[in-house]
């Protein structure tokens, strides 16, 4: 295989709610010593995973490989990158402990924001982002369905819609949700965010959209999780979860890293309309600002 569209060790967690108990502890240790699995060969890998050497192979082509020597070799070229980076900056953990002080929960959460938004940044798929801008930018209407931290991200994704003219709802409250969704019809899409994917409330809105013709779009962390078993198109993130489900944070950022990618994609593709709209909206706002005098020294 010639390569995949995310790292492999961000696509193993991305993957592993999916996988059955052995093929997760072979992610496992793919996941927590990525260098060291990659000088192992397959009997040494299947041993340290407590699983089979048919597990490995079955995780391998879970993962998008023919077999274990492409995994290796992915996992390889990755730790030989891992180490030229590392060299100029030490790493830091994520993880948080009860014995850390502020300076290193202020670095470890820096940290873990950071890495989320630039491995979703590497694991997005163009072509299906393209296909979404495409929908959206020609939908009647866009309904968004998140509730929970995942509402944030909904309500800033409508917000960002309307600025430039699109006609967008965002709903956090099920029952005005699936009242939402029974009115779409195939001129609209549906757009459901749920960090886990497997959130009900979001689903059953999302599912009721797509059954009424709506095109619908999913934005998830995990790739296999259900909502992606009713969506048309699916986004991935590549946020990790931390001590104090601080991931809740990073996976918000993800999702708004997204979000502004397709926001961007549409309002590329209607730029007149984009451009009059902003400009209406500023000039709207622009009197219930503060003057200040620059001048003054």
Not at 100 to 114: E, N, P, R, T, Y
């Amino acid at each position: 295989m010639s390569g995949l569209p995310a790292e492999t060790v961000v696509r193993a967690r991305a993957l592993l709610p999916s996988l059955s108990p052995a093929e997760q502890r072979v992610a496992q240790v793919i996941i927590d010593e990525a260098a060291t699995a990659a000088r192992l060969t397959i009997t040494e890998l299947a041993e340290r995973a407590r699983s089979s050497e048919t597990t490995v192979i079955r995780f391998c082509r879970a993962m998008g490989f023919a077999g274990y020597p492409g995994l290796r070799l992915a996992l390889a070229a990755e730790a030989g990158r891992a180490s030229s980076s590392d060299d100029a900056d030490p790493p830091v953990s994520s993880d948080i402990s009860e014995s850390d002080d502020l300076d290193q929960v202020v670095k470890k959460i820096a940290f873990a924001d950071a890495r989320a938004v630039e491995e979703t940044a590497s694991q997005i798929d163009v072509a299906v982002l393209g296909q979404v801008v495409d929908v959206v930018a020609g939908a009647r209407r866009v309904d968004i369905y998140g509730v929970g931290a995942s509402a944030f991200v909904a309500a800033d994704f409508q917000q960002k819609l309307h600025r430039i003219g699109r006609i967008s709802y965002a709903w956090s409250d099920m029952h005005l949700a699936l009242t939402s969704a029974a009115l779409l019809d195939e001129r609209d899409v549906a757009f459901g965010i749920s960090h886990t994917g497997t959130t009900v409330d979001t689903i059953e809105a999302f599912a009721q959209a797509g059954r009424n013709g709506a095109r619908t779009v999913a934005l998830t962390n995990f790739p296999r999780s259900p909502i992606t078993r009713v969506a048309d198109l699916v986004l991935t993130t590549a946020a990790r979860e931390t001590t104090f489900r601080s991931g809740a944070t990073a996976s918000r950022l993800a999702q708004l890293t997204v979000i502004d990618c397709v926001f961007v994609g549409v309002a590329q593709r209607t730029y007149q309309q984009t451009r009059v709209a902003l400009d209406a909206t500023y000039a709207a706002v622009s009197g219930r600002r503060v003057r200040t005098d620059r001048r003054r020294g």
